[in-house]
């Protein structure tokens, strides 16, 4: 108790920086902005349930619910989510074709990621659209290209060995948990660069509960009577004091005298048009600075615990993966994570909303709908990948999946920025986990719904044995 109130107390408070948590947490609306009314009868067919019901549907039970639209209304089908806003979903590889190839000024991902905005604020990559998106895009690519990728990987490497070496003889284990533990480390470390031991002491608690916040408190961010209240009032409070800590990070590090030469992701922003050019403001950089936080811990978090959960599972595969470890032979670990990717996706749509009419799979769609390739079902299609409910890495050796059957990155202009710092980071940590452990797993274990991710319910749970 001693230790978490000295670093409680530790936590900056700069008044400025409460204010603009203040603010956006007032501004942004979760919904986005009211659209015009949609006749229900333009739409594809869907169900006739409550707005409130298919709302809970797709948040909660979207791993049987949507599989069964699917098979009840066909190839493009219509769910109506809260506050009356449609979503129309599509499945096959020409309808997603048609969606990332579409006017990024018409096909708007900013607004339909919306229920992020109170937390990821305006300027995140993922709520931004037009010119805002091209120019936040073009300032972070940087800290994400080949060059960078490489530089990174040695501190990955170093994370994930020193969190394996923690690690027990005969232990039974969350993969979930420890896959959680060790992203957590590698972003802050890598987006960050922070290694002082008191300052990730305070970072970890705050980011890890942003990322287990429940649906229901992510559905309440935008009704301010609810933030006075128990887990709303909680969630932010963890907000202001994350915003806190991650102000007080890049005010020091725009005066630290080596900010030329560290290579983290801060780092390499703050240089970002740095000589009179297009520098991204404080509040931008925080922005962007969360957005990479949450979307790069928790997915690759549960990937990763997919992938050692499938390998327990088959002594065979395993025994391939350890020798593909031993030799580095990163394809077939790659392929290992891709496979767990598609088997178990953690996002389950690409999501878009339409600024104007527009014709998708023969559809004729108003303003004002959301639109997207449905992730669940593209991945689980037996057309585009046989056998779909098997685990089979070789999958994706030697070639890759059909254009737009395999999209947990999405496509088209807003593909993932950090797509190749995911599967690097993937790769990495399967190496050094088979490097010293081999696996087995103990029971079987189905998705649940985390936020707006999926993740193990039971955490798959796994047996680490030392080789």
């Known amino acids: 108790m001693t230790l978490v109130r000295d670093l409680s107390e530790e936590l900056p408070h700069d008044a400025a920086t409460a204010a603009l948590t203040h603010q956006r947490l007032r501004r942004m609306r979760m919904f986005g902005t009211p659209g015009p009314e949609i006749d229900r009868d333009s739409l594809p067919p869907g169900p006739r349930w409550p707005a409130l019901v298919q709302s809970v549907a797709l948040l909660r039970f979207r791993h049987r619910f ?12 219509t769910v109506r989510l809260l506050p009356g806003r449609p979503l129309v979903l599509f499945t ?13 000024a018409t096909f708007q991902a900013g607004k339909a990621n919306a229920i992020l905005g109170p937390m990821m604020g305006e300027h995140s990559l993922l709520l931004q659209d037009g010119e805002e998106h091209r120019r936040a895009r073009t300032l972070l690519m940087p800290a994400f290209n080949g060059h960078a990728l490489r530089e990174y990987g040695a501190l990955v490497t170093e994370v994930a060995r020193d969190d394996v070496a923690s690690w027990h003889d005969g232990e039974e ?23 002082d031991e008191r300052r990730l002491a305070l970072l970890r608690p705050r980011v890890r509960k942003v990322v287990d916040v429940s649906p229901a408190v992510l559905f309440g961010w ?28 890049i005010r020091e590090r725009r005066a630290a005298p080596d900010l030329a030469t560290r290579t983290d992701v801060l780092s390499r922003l703050l240089r970002q048009g740095g000589d009179g050019g297009d520098a991204l403001s404080d509040e931008e950089l ?84 959301t639109v997207g390739p449905s992730i669940l079902l593209a991945h689980a299609s037996a057309t585009h990948h046989p056998a779909p409910g098997e685990f089979r890495p070789e999958r994706f050796v030697g070639g890759s999946p059909a254009p737009n059957t395999w999209i947990p990155f999405g496509g088209g202009v807003r593909r ?17 986990v088979l490097a010293a452990y081999t696996v087995e797993t103990l029971a079987d274990d189905h998705p649940k719904v985390r936020n707006i991710t999926s993740v193990p319910r039971d955490g798959a749970r796994i047996r680490v044995t030392a080789r």
Not at 66 to 77: C, E
Not at 224 to 248: F, K, M, S, T, V
Not at 295 to 305: C, F, K, N, R, V
Not at 328 to 336: K, S
Request: hydrophobic share 50%; net charge negative.
């Open 222 to 249: 935008s009704v301010p009577r609810l933030r006075r209240l128990g887990p709303w009032r909680d969630a932010q409070r963890n907000a202001e004091e994350l915003d806190q800590l991650i102000h007080a990070e």
């Open 286 to 369: 925080r922005d962007q600075l969360v957005t990479l936080l949450l979307a790069g811990h928790e997915t690759t978090a549960a990937a990763l615990a997919w992938a050692l959960y499938e390998l327990g599972r088959d002594e065979a595969l395993l025994a391939r993966t350890v020798a593909a470890a031993d030799a580095g032979d990163d394809a077939w670990l790659e392929a290992v994570l891709k496979e767990s990717m598609r088997l178990h996706p953690v996002i389950p749509m690409v999501a878009r909303t339409l600024t104007a009419p527009a014709t998708i799979g023969g559809f004729d769609l108003p303003a004002g709908v």
């Open 92 to 104: 096959r590889p020409e309808h997603a074709r048609e969606i990332f190839a579409a006017d990024p």
């Open 66 to 77: 949507v599989p069964w639209a699917h098979r009840r209304y066909g190839d493009a089908f």
């Open 416 to 432: 993932c920025i950090g797509a190749g710092f995911s599967l690097m980071e993937g790769v990495v940590v399967l190496r050094e």
């Open 173 to 195: 284990l969350r993969a979930l948990d420890r896959m959680n533990r060790l992203t957590l480390e590698v972003i802050l470390r890598v987006v960050f660069g922070v290694a």
